[in-house]
């Protein structure tokens, strides 16, 4: 007897590929429910060979539901994830909601496995920042090897972390620039084409954006309080992937070839880096891809125990469906839930 999963946000870019995941990777799902809001109502989305019709997640009873996973936003999320886990469905939540909540873990499978246990307090469990997560996954091997102390990294987002919209937006900027037209920027501040942004996320008072101080918290949260991390996130013209230059200090010394061994064994890791033209991974490579690649592995000179190195991922996948869907499988590996209907 397999599981009843509902997808929550199924029109939305994120929830399309948590579909397409789900069947890519067998998960055993008796049932797929996709879910969005009343506007989407009767759409039709792929699940495999099959083609699903939306339902509205205002009046869904998720009672025989096992696990929703949720990608409708912050505010949906807070309006009905307690609801939902309190008909004892699991809630893997996307957005940033519930995130620094002490009483909801924040999971990366390959990471912080054992933090799950505690999801039953409230019966939701935490997906990171889409760039938290590929940065979490390479530090991690690292930070056990050498003891990470400090953080400093540079991101290159891809529009597609801005959803369709942001998608949209860049195509026909682009075509735009290319016919003479007019350029309007609606989704983004400034103009995408042919251009980078600054600015992801709304300011803080301290001159930080919020998906700065996103990737400051959740790196702590997930990884180690005590490591400092001081973040600049990019919006740059790509659709997919998300890549991040990043300059790590450590507590013990460590030199470029053993961090070069050390993530070649680490899961969720793919080191491609050969010191010559093309050696590296770029964004349009990871595109579809699963792993967190890793490439310009290199010692970094001005200080004692440091390292430099470039990440790349693709951020609708590591940074949201997969990593959610991982979840699915480890409360699924360690016996954390069963099915509704196999209990009954």
Same mark, same amino acid.
């Given at each position: 007897?397999?599981?009843?999963?509902?997808?929550?946000?199924?029109?939305?870019?994120?929830?399309?590929?948590?579909?397409?995941?789900?069947?890519?990777?067998?998960?055993? %799902?008796?049932?797929?429910?996709?879910?969005?809001?009343?506007?989407?109502?009767?759409?039709?989305?792929?699940?495999?060979?099959?083609?699903?019709?939306?339902?509205? #997640?205002?009046?869904? /009873?998720?009672?025989?539901?096992?696990?929703?996973?949720?990608?409708?936003?912050?505010?949906?999320?807070?309006?009905?994830?307690?609801?939902?886990?309190?008909?004892?469905?699991?809630?893997?939540?996307?957005?940033?909601?519930? *995130?620094?909540?002490? /009483?909801?873990? #924040?999971?990366?499978?390959?990471?912080?496995?054992?933090?799950?246990?505690?999801?039953?307090?409230?019966?939701?469990?935490?997906?990171?920042?889409?760039?938290?997560?590929?940065?979490?996954?390479?530090?991690?091997?690292?930070?056990?090897? %050498?003891?990470?102390?400090?953080?400093?990294?540079?991101? !290159?987002?891809?529009?597609?972390?801005?959803?369709?919209?942001?998608?949209?937006? #860049?195509?026909?900027?682009?075509?735009?620039? !290319?016919?003479?037209?007019?350029?309007?920027?609606?989704?983004?501040?400034?103009?995408?084409?042919?251009? =980078?942004?600054?600015?992801?996320?709304?300011?803080?008072?301290?001159?930080?954006?919020?998906?700065?101080?996103?990737?400051?918290?959740?790196?702590?949260?997930?990884?180690?309080?005590?490591?400092?991390?001081?973040?600049?996130?990019? *919006?740059?013209? =790509?659709?997919?992937?998300?890549?991040?230059?990043?300059?790590?200090?450590?507590? *013990?010394?460590?030199?470029?070839?053993?961090?070069?061994?050390?993530?070649?064994?680490?899961?969720?890791?793919? =080191?491609?880096?050969?010191?010559?033209?093309?050696? !590296?991974?770029?964004?349009?490579?990871?595109?579809?891809?699963?792993?967190? !690649?890793?490439?310009?592995?290199?010692? /970094?000179?001005?200080?004692?125990?440091? #390292?430099?190195?470039?990440?790349?991922?693709?951020?609708?996948?590591?940074?949201?469906?997969?990593? %959610?869907?991982?979840?699915?499988?480890?409360?699924?590996?360690?016996?954390?839930?069963?099915?509704?209907?196999?209990?009954?």
């Amino acid at each position: 007897m397999g599981f009843k999963i509902a997808v929550a946000g199924a029109t939305g870019n994120v929830g399309r590929e948590m579909l397409n995941i789900l069947e890519e990777r067998g998960f055993p %799902a008796d049932e797929v429910v996709a879910l969005a809001s009343r506007r989407s109502f009767g759409t039709e989305v792929s699940y495999g060979d099959r083609t699903l019709k939306v339902k509205t #997640l205002d009046t869904y /009873d998720f009672s025989d539901t096992d696990i929703c996973l949720m990608s409708a936003g912050g505010n949906v999320s807070k309006e009905h994830s307690p609801r939902i886990g309190r008909q004892g469905c699991v809630v893997i939540d996307n957005s940033s909601a519930w *995130r620094y909540d002490q /009483d909801v873990p #924040l999971i990366v499978p390959e990471v912080n496995p054992d933090a799950i246990d505690g999801f039953t307090r409230k019966n939701i469990i935490a997906n990171p920042n889409c760039s938290t997560a590929q940065l979490v996954v390479a530090l991690k091997p690292l930070h056990e090897a %050498a003891k990470i102390t400090r953080v400093v990294v540079s991101t !290159y987002q891809s529009v597609s972390g801005a959803g369709k919209d942001g998608m949209d937006e #860049l195509f026909t900027q682009t075509r735009a620039v !290319y016919v003479a037209d007019p350029v309007e920027s609606k989704k983004f501040t400034k103009r995408i084409a042919f251009n =980078v942004i600054p600015h992801i996320d709304v300011f803080m008072e301290d001159g930080y954006t919020k998906e700065e101080w996103k990737m400051m918290a959740e790196t702590k949260k997930i990884l180690d309080p005590k490591i400092k991390l001081t973040a600049t996130c990019v *919006r740059v013209p =790509v659709f997919i992937g998300h890549s991040e230059a990043v300059n790590v200090e450590f507590e *013990r010394p460590i030199s470029a070839e053993e961090a070069r061994d050390i993530l070649r064994d680490a899961p969720g890791c793919l =080191v491609i880096d050969k010191r010559e033209d093309g050696g !590296y991974i770029t964004p349009l490579e990871s595109a579809g891809e699963d792993a967190t !690649y890793i490439s310009r592995i290199r010692e /970094d000179i001005t200080v004692e125990n440091g #390292l430099s190195m470039w990440v790349v991922s693709d951020n609708l996948r590591k940074g949201a469906a997969l990593n %959610a869907i991982q979840i699915a499988e480890l409360l699924v590996a360690r016996g954390l839930i069963q099915p509704k209907k196999q209990a009954a």
